[in-house]
């Protein structure tokens, strides 16, 4: 399939959607991607031919539901270019499920007292939150990397706070607010002068640039389904094996294990001892699904496509010159397809809900990175999040209504602010 952004809008039906009148410009996809026909119609193929349980009957159905579903671990492994299969972890709800199983599968039984974990002051709060609680229940400190002014990890900071105490350094492959594509094998390399593990949050990453885990030389990581086409629900959970193989499993029941007795317990092979309980079948199946669009169209072209619409953005927002205030690297090529800002004397949500009304979704608030924003001086921003389906029109036609919100800034400004949304 050749990358044409105009066929790939054919098989997104709600591109066709009307919103305040307007043709929809979805411009939201770091929140949650849209879903194309290929995707729904595999999860709907499931339901209506071989739904059945996995790994539990003899019978045709479940068979080919566990084929479907072992098909899926596959696909996944083979987008991450993994060495096996049974490195992919799917019982994950999503990026956030599975960076708490990394902190308390890995960190309840290998963290203690006195021991330190590295966080960028660049994480979403899921790659922060649940280092601070195992912290907290272990005796661990949390210490946290700076970022330069320009929204980059500031590794002379992470170079000095690195010692043999270092367990852990959490990070983010890319970020949801400034957009920086971060130097994932520096980094995971400094982890592991010291002993520690990296652990990388590969959410607003792997579905925008070629992700190759063997490079990356990463412990773990973590991304979602449903910012790659996926169904909501879905994640995954990558680690190295034998990590994976030492590490106890950390929701146990139905799946996990080999053999039950009242006195012993011999946990599964990977990756099912990690799948307690019945899986999320339909959506696993529904994001490999996903994958296999992607690998269609070139995970390069998808990140070209990025730049692209990130350096039109940037040739276009000139025109609004110091109204706008960009978060993060003023490079597109040292991004994702994100651009964060802030409107001179304008409410972020105020900036979102207008857009709104022009018929373009776009996220306002804290972005789930509020040590970020206030790092960077701000309170939230607006936010504008590209992916395959966004067109230099859409962009264009977005421009185009920020200049009119700035013409209309006085009135505007007078509007109570929409706190709906508190734009966690
Ligand atoms: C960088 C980053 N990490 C983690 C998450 C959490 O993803 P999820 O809500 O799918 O768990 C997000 C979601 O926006 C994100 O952008």
């Not at 959607?17 to 595999?42: E, H, M, S």
């Not at 490195?87 to 330190?116: F, H, M, P, R, Y």
Request: net charge negative; with cysteine.
């Amino acid at each position: 399939m050749m990358f044409d952004v105009y066929r790939i809008r054919e098989d997104f039906p709600i591109l066709q959607r009307k919103v305040n009148g307007r043709r929809l410009i979805y411009f939201d996809n770091a929140a949650t991607t849209q879903k194309p026909k290929q995707v729904v119609g595999a999860i709907a193929r499931y339901y209506f031919n071989y739904n059945a349980n996995v790994h539990r009957g003899l019978h045709t159905l479940s068979q080919e539901a566990s084929q479907a579903f072992e098909e899926a671990h596959e696909v996944l492994a083979h987008f991450i270019n993994a060495y096996s299969w049974d490195e992919i972890i799917v019982n994950v709800l999503n990026t956030t499920d599975a960076l708490n199983l990394v902190a308390w599968g890995w960190g309840l039984s290998n963290l203690k007292q006195g021991d330190e974990i590295l966080v960028t002051v660049m994480e979403h709060h899921s790659n922060m939150l649940p280092w601070r609680v195992i912290a907290e229940r272990v005796g661990a400190k949390v210490k946290y990397v700076d970022i330069t002014d320009d929204g980059r990890i500031d590794l002379t900071d992470l170079e000095s706070k690195l010692s043999e105490r270092t367990k852990v350094v959490a990070f983010c492959l890319a970020s949801n607010v400034v957009g920086t594509i971060n130097d994932v094998r520096r980094i995971s390399r400094l982890a592991h002068s010291v002993g520690a593990i990296a652990v990388g949050d590969g959410a607003q990453y792997v579905p925008h640039v070629p992700t190759n885990v063997r490079e990356l030389e990463l412990d773990f990581l973590a991304f979602s389904g449903h910012k790659m086409l996926g169904p909501t629900g879905t994640g995954v959970l990558w680690g190295k094996r034998e990590i994976l193989e030492e590490m106890k499993p950390f929701k146990v029941g139905g799946d996990t294990i080999k053999d039950v007795t009242l006195d012993d317990v011999v946990w599964h092979d990977l990756p099912w001892r990690f799948d307690a309980g019945t899986p999320h079948i339909a959506g696993v199946i529904g994001l490999a699904e996903a994958a296999r669009y992607l690998m269609r169209l070139g995970m390069e072209n998808v990140r070209e496509h990025d730049v692209r619409l990130v350096r039109h953005t940037f040739k276009r927002f000139e025109e609004l010159g110091s109204e706008l205030t960009v978060l993060g690297p003023k490079d597109p090529e040292s991004r994702t397809g994100l651009v964060s800002f802030n409107v001179k004397d304008l409410h972020h949500h105020t900036v979102a809900k207008a857009l709104d009304l022009f018929g373009i979704a776009v996220r306002s608030g804290g972005h789930c990175a509020h040590p970020l924003h206030y790092r960077l001086g701000f309170k939230g921003s607006v936010r504008a999040s590209y992916y395959i389906y966004n067109t230099i029109e859409e962009v264009d036609e977005f421009v185009n209504t920020l200049k009119l919100i700035i013409s209309l800034k006085d009135r505007l400004a007078k509007e109570p602010v929409e706190e709906v949304c508190t734009g966690t």
